[in-house]
């Protein structure tokens, strides 16, 4: 097939290709997106397009959570609040410390297996003894404790609070928050130690680029390590440096080369950490003369170890969050304390919260939140970071914590959590999908207690909020209770992905909860690779299949694409906790759909929209609509097509039209065209022109029709009856009476859409229709109304009553044709009819085999029974005429007609 530019042309501008592009765009987008997060790693701004689509997947994530509904929760964990029923007990928030410790008091009493706290208690009491012994302690003179404590035991609220504290120490989470954090980056700001050892930037330089080891920068540290070490130095980190470009291999780009820097920094900062470590007996014993010599700002810790461990952890390079200022318990509430964690809550871009920090760094350490600390306390367990470097943040992420039980040392099992160790929440609900227990039934002497709780409802199939009793002690033993505040007034409201009233201190308890079911929420491993190949099956599968429907089937498809999508998320991932960007597929299908559908109106609409103002001129409106219900049913560009052609024209208008003025002459003519022309599309036939008083039709076409010829036979007999009906309505009016004759031929012709540049018509061309001209003539010479031709009539015999009438020569044709008169459909009308049909079919073939007598003979039985049959009449003149002269040597039996 040879390609034309313009068919290339059409390709590239069609509904498909479209399609595509849109889907290679949105393919192309995926990878700015999923460099999302490596970009806020690295404390990049992320506006855009693809920061609008993760909003939207956060938002989807909010309502698969809803669809899903809530779920059960674990028994095991429950919310000890601060409500409005305590409030209303004990008084105004804050209470006096004690009556807090004999409400703990109480509930460890009951067996309570956790408190983790969702407060801190950051500010002392202000009463004199606890200010007294504050200063006491901080000078050292803690003899003087009991002393104040008995003078002042109703006043010293903290040292209560902080001796239930120190009593139930194994089973509190003491709270504690950080006011700011310094997000990490690439070199964090605390120390640039590591980073003169290995190298220093030029402003030459295009990236970093490893100029020279500076010395003196170990300086300090030279006169304790071996002088080996020392003078080999740049020896050591040269070595280390071409291991791991041998393992890298060449950067083939600069993109490349900026990536293997990333790594080879991070390997040599390792090593770096290494050496220091390897001479920490030495330094720990010279650490005193290495302060007085150095400068003291940045040796400023008591030994070398200190130094170290804060450097280690604060230069390393990893995506955790580093926060370097902390709101804790007062020292006497926080005297006895073995465990503490942080409950600070990080809203997303549209202040939802939808994941919980789980671990910062902070100094020398992790600190783990409320929620993580609570869970390994109570199983035992321990959680380290498992790190790995990352091409996209040139920085060590963290991928999972890892939870290994803390007697044997074996793994339990990798918590999934994002690179700076967030952990997706997988909500059991609305609030009070976990139980609430008030203070003030801790502080009740009544062995049962009021919950307040979502319960599942057999019977309406629902969780519904209610309150019951419980007995106390049952309730409270082995519990793992979040205590927060739930008072109006002064608890933190939260926006959740269900409410947006939502207590804080609840969101903990769902961290807790995923812990302890497993029920974790987790990305799918390679994601950002698999999600392009996926969306471009999509999409050119969409875009094909929508460029072949039309609108409404197209929304249909587009809906069952969308429903698909939901459900196999819904059922085969969501459902077993993986959570994948759904925002790409359907905000693909629904791109390419509307745009699809407006390049379509713009297009292929408007297409339609002319053909069906040029097609309703010739067609009925079904026909009108089949061709526009799929556009290959027509092709107007033109070509070769089988199909049956009608002349109908009127018998003497010309001398009716001298008779009647202008304007009832076109009453008349409107009377007549109207209706037959009304027949033609009944009978799913195609109005090519009118010419004066003459209708030109065809059928077979622009919708091919099987059985056309007898479509055109049919419509033909309606004509005529219906001329017969109108000849009354006339003859009543006074008007004169017109006939008409029709001719039919079926053969193959030129169809489409043809004329000038400017005027373009749909119409038929070819002999087949010159001789169904002829045919409509003819009727005048036999005085007949229908003429056939031979084709026509071998089409349509089966189904119509037919005579042939003659064999006939017409103008500007060689070869003969036969031609039939149609007499009526199915079957002869009357008795009378048939009768005559047998004879003329008799005197017909005596006729051609010329016995005139014989023939003249049964022509005049045939008049005998219809005598106003002209073909009758017409032949039995023919044979008079021939008794007394008959015809030249050779005749044939071909009438040779003279005229068109």
Sequence with gaps: MKLSWKTLGGWLISPVAIGVYLTLALAALTFPYYGLNAKRLRGENVLGVADVLYLAHQKSIDYRLRMRGPRKPSPDLALLTIDERAVNTVGRWPWPRATLAKALDNAFKDGAKMMAFDITFSEPTHNPATQVMEKLRELGKTEHDTLLTNLAPQLDQDDALGKTFATHADKIVAGSFYPYTLQSTLWPPETEFCRDLIFKRTPEAKGWDREEILMSAIDPFAPYMPAVLTQNFAGVLDEKEKAVREALGKPRNRNEEVLQAGKITAELHETCNTILDDFREELNGAWPEIVKQENPNEFNYPTYDAWLQYYRNSSKINSLVYADTWVRDTPIVAQGTKHTGFFNTEQDADGTIRSKLLVVRSGAQYFPSIALKAYLVVKGYNASPKLAYSDATMMKEISELEITNNETGDKVFDLPVDGQARQLLNYAGPQKMFPYLSFADLLS?????????????????????????????????????????????????????????????????????????????????????????????????????????????????????????????????????????????????????????????????????????????????????????????????????????????VRGFTTISEKLDPRALSDLLNSYLTPMTDLVFQNKGTLDKYMGDAIMSFFGAPIPIPDHAKWACRCALQSVDKLFELQKEWEKKGLPQIDLGIGLNTGEVSVGNMGSQSVRSYTVMGDAVNLASRLEGINKQYGTRIILSEMTYQEAKDNFVCREVDWVRVKGKVLPVKIYELIAEEKVPNHQTAEMLKWFQEGYQHYHAKAWQDGLQCFAKALDRVPADSVSKLYLERCQDYLSEPPEDGWDGVFVMKTK
Aim: hydrophobic fraction near 40%; proline fraction near 4%.
């Design 445 to 649: 002497d009544s062995p049962e207690a009021e919950v307040e709780q979502r319960v599942w409802n057999a019977q309406s199939k629902k969780w519904e909020l209610t309150s019951y009793k419980v007995k106390k002690s049952e309730f409270i033993k082995d519990k793992i209770f979040v205590v927060g505040a739930t008072a109006m007034g002064i608890y933190d409201l939260r926006v959740t992905p269900y409410e947006e009233n939502y207590p804080g201190a609840e969101t903990h308890l769902n961290s807790i909860d995923n812990m302890i079911q497993r029920n974790f929420f987790r990305s799918l491993p390679n994601e950002r690779v698999y999600m392009p190949l996926v969306l471009g099956i999509m999409g050119i599968t969409l875009s094909i299949a929508l460029a072949y429907l039309g609108a409404v089937s197209g929304l249909l498809l587009t809906l069952a694409f969308t429903l698909a999508i939901a459900l196999v998320d819904y059922y085969y991932l969501f459902n077993h906790g993986i959570v994948v960007s759904i925002i790409w597929p359907l905000f693909l299908t629904g791109v390419i759909y509307v745009s699809m559908t407006f390049y379509r109106y713009l297009t292929e609409e408007r297409g339609k929209k002319e053909l069906r103002q040029t097609f309703s001129k010739y067609v009925s409106p079904a026909i009108v609509n089949e061709i526009l219900s799929d556009p290959r049913n027509i092709e107007l560009g033109g070509k070769k097509v089988h199909l049956t052609v009608s002349f109908s024209d």
